[in-house]
């Protein structure tokens, strides 16, 4: 069979979360549900209106650039690109072309073209019968565009970035980047070629609304295009831009792709240039940073030596990473190892179940962690204990000497238990003599039922060896 090169680029849009919009002093509140209620004449663009560019939205995106290792732009503007439609009241959308604010960096390894800011438009409810409803809340918030480069060679890639990204969003606090609630759009870019170096002819997907269809609608168009190259029909593939239909999981054609030159870009007169550098203090920006997801992941792998699918529990949580730093400060790696299991399997797990369970309070599950983490309480024990504290501020030392759960490590308050077990069970007794190793584990089990599970197993067993 013939080898395909498939090119994935992504264009991906977010939604920066600062109190206004981007050009008016307009609430910027994507739960308002109330439609036309954050509107006023500068965004609903009446004329003699003059807009003033949003200082905050400006910093999100010089930070996200930051943190990808981006070169923040010095000279920068906006522009005007020119189209019709009824949710955009101006008749064009203020953006940037030749001057994007951020340009280069990478992400997952992948190189980053540009990012620039914009305003969103309004939202249309083409649901409402034979009309369509108009709500303007959303135009003129502040929006990012990241570009890829065409540089991405699988759908699993694509989903990765755009993931990533949500996470860098969000570490970096400039935007919720929810994708089922349209605050990050990610569009895909993909075609596929029959000569390495060689692109074919591209189309964007749009309306994908969770990570699973961004990466189901890649693989859809790939097989769908790789199947009309074998069918000697490339020729058909056309460059436009597609839907994805989320109930048949397919794509379908929506519109022919217009090209930059039909919107007739051209540098708004009604907004300053700007000089980034000497508005902003960039290098202290830089400084401010927060921990960024890739350093977070290290440090936990090289203080803590947690499993991997926890550390990405720590990195996508921050309340959960703030709780478990603050359990195992001062603590070592074999304690942080034992609380972030019993933090990430029993805890989470009993959250999950019941949705008033809760992190239990910091001081008791220390308790509970150096209780196990000595042999005082069996694991079945802790996780009996965490039941609780979850729940109410108990102390689980109290909770275990209550319930009868501390592990009897005592030599000698075992040895007369241990006796009767050998005194009661001689035919076992017998086999293991003759060699029956296995028979060693019924008999512990015999010594756990005796003392109701709180015989230390590895004490118990080593006693039966020295009393037989
Ligand atoms: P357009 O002007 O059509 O929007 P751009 O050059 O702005 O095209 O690129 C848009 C996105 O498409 C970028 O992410 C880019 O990496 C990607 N891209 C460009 N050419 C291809 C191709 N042949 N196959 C897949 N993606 C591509
Ligand atoms: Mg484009
Ligand atoms: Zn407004």
Redesign the pocket.
């Known amino acids: 069979m013939k080898t395909y090169y498939p090119?994935?680029?992504?264009?991906i849009h977010a939604e920066l979360n600062t109190k206004s919009k981007m050009f008016c002093a307009c609430k910027n509140d994507p739960d308002e549900t109330t439609p036309n209620v954050n509107i006023c004449p500068i965004c609903m663009a009446h004329p003699g209106t003059l807009p003033v560019a949003n200082k905050q939205a400006i910093e999100s995106v010089i930070k996200v650039g930051l943190a990808l290792g981006s070169t923040i732009a010095d000279f920068t503007e906006f522009d005007r690109k020119n189209y019709f439609y009824p949710d955009i009241p101006k008749g064009y959308q203020i953006s940037q072309y030749k001057y994007p604010i951020v340009s280069g960096g990478t992400l997952n390894g992948f190189g980053i073209?540009r990012i620039h800011l914009e305003e969103d438009t309004g939202l249309s409810k083409h649901d409402r019968g034979n009309f369509t409803l108009v709500d303007y809340n959303r135009a003129g918030v502040p929006l990012m565009e990241l570009?890829?480069?065409?540089?991405i060679h699988s759908a699993k890639d694509a989903a990765d970035f755009a993931k990533e990204l949500q996470l860098l969003l969000r570490t970096l606090g400039v935007s919720e980047a929810n994708l089922e609630k349209g605050e990050m759009r990610v569009e895909?870019?993909?075609?596929i070629s029959d000569k390495e170096g060689v692109?074919?002819?591209?189309v964007?997907v749009k309306n994908l609304n969770s990570f699973k269809s961004v990466e189901k609608a890649i693989e859809y168009e790939l097989s769908r295009m790789q199947a009309l190259y074998e069918a000697g029909r490339q020729d058909e593939i056309v460059?436009e831009t597609r839907g994805w239909d989320e109930a048949k999981q397919t794509t379908f054609s929506q519109r022919s792709?217009e090209?930059?030159h039909d919107y007739r870009y051209f540098p708004d007169p009604d907004l300053p240039k700007m000089q980034l550098h000497s508005a902003f203090d960039i290098d202290a920006m830089k400084n401010a940073l927060p921990e960024l997801p890739n350093a977070k992941r290290s440090r936990y792998a090289n203080d803590f030596g947690i499993k991997a699918n926890d550390i990405e529990l720590y990195v996508t949580d921050p309340t959960l990473s703030a709780y478990f730093e603050s359990v195992v400060e001062g603590k070592d790696a074999t304690f942080a190892q034992l609380a972030s299991n019993y933090l990430s399997s029993d805890v989470l797990g009993l959250m999950k179940k019941d949705t008033e369970a809760q992190l239990p309070k910091k001081e008791l599950f220390i308790e509970l962690i150096s209780m196990a983490a000595n042999g005082e309480i069996t694991s079945r024990g802790a996780k009996d204990i965490l039941a609780v504290i979850v729940k109410e501020n108990q102390s689980p030392k109290a909770i275990a000497e209550k319930e009868g759960l501390l592990q009897q490590n005592n030599e000698d308050d075992l040895k007369p238990i241990i006796q009767q077990v050998i005194t009661d069970n001689a035919a076992m007794v017998t086999q293991y003599k003759e060699g029956k190793e296995v028979v060693l584990q019924a008999l512990v089990g015999m010594v756990m039922k005796a003392t109701k599970g709180s015989a230390n197993p590895v004490i118990a067993a080593k006693l039966l060896k020295e009393l037989m």
């Not at 570009?147 to 540089?151: A, D, F, L, Q, W």
């Not at 692109?199 to 591209?202: A, L, P, V």
């Open positions: 090119i994935i680029g992504l264009e073209t570009v890829t480069e065409p540089v895909p870019n993909i075609s692109f074919g002819t591209k964007e460059q792709k090209n930059a």
